[in-house]
T-cell receptor
């Protein structure tokens, strides 16, 4: 069965510091991968998605970037964090093979606080 | 205009009773998919149920069913025989044909199951 991991689970960082969040998927190959952000009490906002190694699509221009160095690894980064980057970051995967029914499965999330 | 609207910020239900969580959507695509996710206090998003726009029957998954009324553009989630463990945030989401891999989420409904 497929599992998705994220780390760290929680992170407190000062403004202006760099960021690296990691997401890995097990039990599947060539998945679609996604990064979402959830502000407190809000729905999810898609930040980036990837359909393959080195292929990244950005949904929202911002202070963040994403990379996919390996088939089942997705990394969210920032060179300099802003206060507005605080939130709950969720990684998800899907098979990419079911069209509209392609269900996204989420990891446990990383809670980021920028002070 | 909001693509996904969940008008109930909070709902209460007695244990063992059924509850309906409302979701209306806005799209001009003829083909689309609708999803419901559960988010417990731990934060992980758990996939519950999927309904395709051309599916003839309402989707069901165990105690979850989707009351899909295409003409009214509504996709309400019905939870039967509520359990204490159903207390969580519930999100409705949509994928449109023209939206690629993007899932658009509503703002969610907080459900609390009481004894």
């Amino acid at each position: 069965s497929q599992t998705i991991h994220q780390w760290p689970a929680t992170l407190v960082q000062p403004v202006g510091s760099p960021l690296s969040l990691e997401c890995t998927v097990e039990g599947t190959s060539n998945p679609n991968l996604y990064w979402y952000r959830q502000a407190a009490g809000r729905g999810l906002q898609l930040l980036f998605y990837s359909v393959g190694i080195g292929q990244i699509s950005s949904e929202v221009p911002q202070n963040l970037s994403a990379s996919r160095p390996q088939d089942r690894q997705f990394i969210l980064s920032s060179k300099k964090l802003l206060l507005s980057d605080s939130g709950f970051y969720l990684c998800a995967w899907s098979s990419g093979r079911l069209g509209l029914a392609d269900t996204q499965y989420f990891g446990p999330g990383t809670r980021l606080t920028v002070l | 205009a909001q693509k996904i609207t969940q008008t109930q910020p909070g709902m209460f239900v007695q244990e063992k009773e059924a509850v309906t969580l409302d979701c209306t959507y806005d799209t001009s695509d003829p083909s689309y998919g609708l999803f419901w996710y559960k988010q417990p206090s731990s934060g992980e998003m758990i996939f519950l149920i999927y309904q395709g726009s051309y599916d003839q029957q309402n989707a069901t998954e165990g105690r979850y069913s989707l009351n899909f009324q295409k003409a009214r553009k509504s996709a309400n989630l019905v939870i039967s025989a509520s359990q204490l463990g159903d207390s969580a945030m519930y999100f409705c989401a949509m994928r449109e044909t023209g939206g690629g891999n993007k899932l658009t989420f509503g703002t969610g409904t907080q459900l609390k199951v009481e004894l």
